[in-house]
């Protein structure tokens, strides 16, 4: 008789099986590849009954502009939200390469540029992967939570569930989070790092962006702010780091207490040519036509008889 | 469970071809206390007496429906503790579907899942059958349905069914009632009706439980106020 399969969790954490490996291979002379360090500006701020969080909507890949309106402002439960650095900031940044490599594949044979692109993306996808993954998993572990207790969930469960999943990957999942919300016992503000150290602050700020956004909230922080007065101070902010850090820019993005998704577009796009962008038929000379009929590989046949239960 | 001393499976075959421990299992589900599901046009509705052993018990802090997932509830017959464990699973299963597909779970794919652990535990090592039979109401993209689990593992979609102690005057009560038309708000009151009917005692919103899942896709038990209010129309 067969023993039940319980439903094991995964041991987690990386194998570092393959390094004695890598190790060998790099003495040989392989160039190992580089991981890529995307720029963000990040912040939170606690103000008289909330919190608030920003963030700027641009996702770098080296010199390339990836995502120019990319989400970094991410859900963990219905009052707590967060925020992400690091490779956490590329959600979108790689399922956009992804559909970019896809449409050039379409119009244009594969170049050398494309393997490139190709290349970065499949080095991201898999910390994207890990990184987002994490976030999902906690916010799926929050919402079981809240259904055994039948209670909102709090914001230091969350970040309990995040920095101890952050330290079994000893700091290999570079997602640099800053984590709020508001739940029965208050406004609460956390910042996480990699390797799963938190800070408890009433305002931060994280990215490469992250001291231009700093200097604003040193400079006019204080206690008993109001929330119009909030959210001004915190749109601010990433606008210096928008403007001032090249890792940031684009929009800004702010959550308190419901998601207000490019709340300020700094950066419109103000000049669009009168030419217009498209070509007349007769720019390319047409040297052969072959039209290929498609057919319907499918037959879809009705009836027929339902599942066996 | 499914220690190595315990590899044999204790459900085995009698001559005549019956699992003797699933047959006992319905009798365990078959003494429980009555409650029953019916699927409206718009809506489901469960129902279960809540009957508690003694005035001592806090009626508060029992809660014999629960909810699986935003637009998936349940409720049993059977032992109580048993029905813990599955509606545990149920949900981390459902959760688990959620990661994988981001698509809410729907109800035929969760009835599913849960019906195959019951199977499980029919056919592992060291381990007996649940003795709980569930009703799984909820409202997906396919519409309301209504789905009972047995301790087997089959599970059959009903328009309308009951289980427990009065199930086969509540079956009967049923029939004559269920129309296919029926709205959510006629449901409730013919589930009470027959709650009623096979009732121990005055029925009060102290000892049953309702559970509706709307057209808002949002399954929500009713408090004992809203179970007042309907216990008024009816009467």
Partial sequence: MSKIAESVPPKGGFSFDLCKRNEMLVQKGLKQPSFLKTGTTIVGLVFKDGVILGADTRATEGPIVADKNCEKIHYMAPNIYCCGAGTAADTEAVTGIITLILSHVVLIAITSALCYCFWYACNLFYLFNVAMLSLDMVSSQLKLHRFHTGRDSRVVTALTLLKSHLFSYQGHVSAALVLGGVDVTGPHLHTIYPHGSTDTLPFATMGSGSLAAMAVFESKYREGLSRDEGVTLVAEAICSGIFNDLGSGSNVDIWEKEYLRNYMLPNPRTYVSEKGYSFSKKTAEVLLTKITPLRELVEVIEGGDAMEE | ?235
């Fill in chain 2, 1 to 235: 469970m499914g220690d190595s001393q315990y590899s044999f499976s204790l459900t085995t075959f009698s001559p005549s071809g019956k699992l003797v421990q699933i047959e006992h299992a319905l009798t365990a589900v078959g003494s429980g206390q009555t409650s029953l599901g019916i699927k409206a046009a718009n809506g489901v509705v469960i129902a279960t007496e809540k009957k508690l052993p003694s005035i001592l018990v806090d009626e508060t802090s029992v809660q014999k429906i629960q909810t699986l997932t935003p637009n998936i509830g349940v409720v049993y017959s059977g032992m109580g503790p048993d029905s813990r464990v599955l509606v545990r699973k149920s949900r981390k299963q459902a959760e688990q579907y959620y990661r994988l597909y981001k698509e809410p779970i729907p109800v035929t794919q969760l009835v599913r899942e849960t019906a195959t652990v019951m199977q499980e535990f029919t056919q592992s090592g060291g381990v007996r059958p649940f003795g709980v039979s569930l009703l799984v109401a909820g409202f997906d993209d396919k519409g309301p349905q209504l789905y009972q689990v047995d301790p087997s593992g089959s599970y059959f979609s009903w328009k309308a069914s009951a289980m427990g102690k009065n199930v086969s005057n509540a079956k009967t009560f049923l029939e004559k009632r269920y129309t296919d038309d029926m709205e959510l708000d006629d449901a409730v009151h013919t589930a009470i009706l027959t709650l009623k009917e096979g009732f121990e005692g005055q029925i009060s919103s102290k000892n049953i439980e309702i559970g509706v899942i709307g057209s808002n896709k949002i399954f929500k038990v009713l408090t004992p106020s809203e179970i007042e209010d309907y216990l008024q129309e009816v009467e």
